[in-house]
């Protein structure tokens, strides 16, 4: 197991840096703002390129872009959202998405405001719907990427952190033990679950903002201290 961890590993590491990095906040871009995150999940591409980290500067490089590339793709999406949300929605891929999700985001972020925005970040569909739905409503674009900013920048630091951490603990322990591979394995699977089980338990605690309309202006919050 070991060596075929190993050579996965090297794999991404053979990859440029600069390379990687900008794939990594390319993928995280189109993620919210082309709806590429329904199908490729751009967390699971930042995943994997920050395995290839081994300093200090690659982790800072790494971690800013993929900041920017969230900031990007939050602002691409909203000014997408702004002038061609409506088309968007009435389009073959907005059918698709279905009529509830589009409703579960427009009910989401009139009754919570820049709380939905912030929140949408860590919830599975919702994120990558949420930036364009957020464009057809009157929220200022300022409001949105001050609410999406603070998201993006924990969002990030956890996922790149994690992925290096990992990485360096793996190498640690495949020097010196055979079983370091499964170890590894294990700790993905454990921190993919791990995240899977919070996205849904904050889903679940935000499903009854998302079920019912509120006032039709997503400036005003409601219960903007609960859960």
């Excluded at 900041?67 to 909203?78: C, P």
């Excluded at 820049?114 to 994120?127: K, N, Q």
């Amino acid at each position: 197991m070991n060596e075929i961890i190993n050579n996965l590993l090297a794999a991404v590491a053979s990859v440029d840096p600069v390379t990687r990095t900008l794939l990594s906040a390319l993928f995280i871009m189109l993620e919210t703002s082309f709806l590429v995150g329904l199908v490729i999940p751009g967390d699971t591409i930042v995943v994997i390129s920050s395995t290839a980290i081994t300093n200090l500067p690659e982790y800072i490089f790494m971690l800013v872009m993929v900041i920017v590339g969230s900031l990007t793709g939050e602002t691409i999406g909203f000014f997408v959202g702004k002038y061609f949300g409506p088309h968007i929605r009435r389009s073959w891929l907005g059918r698709k998405i279905g009529p509830h999700r589009w409703e579960q985001a427009e009910n989401y972020i009139d009754r919570r405001g820049g709380i939905a925005v912030f929140m949408s970040r860590f919830l599975p569909v919702l994120h990558s719907l949420v930036p364009l739905t957020v464009g057809m409503t009157k929220m200022k674009y300022r409001t949105f990427i001050t609410w999406t900013a603070s998201a993006c920048i924990i969002w990030a630091f956890v996922y790149v952190t994690l992925a290096a951490v990992l990485k360096d603990q793996y190498e640690a322990f495949a020097a010196q033990y055979e079983w370091a591979g499964f170890a590894f394995i294990g700790a993905i699977i454990v921190f993919v679950v791990a995240m899977a089980i919070i996205k849904k338990r904050v889903e679940k605690s935000q499903e009854k903002y998302m079920e019912l309309p509120g006032d039709h202006d997503a400036t005003t919050v409601e219960n903007p201290v609960g859960s």
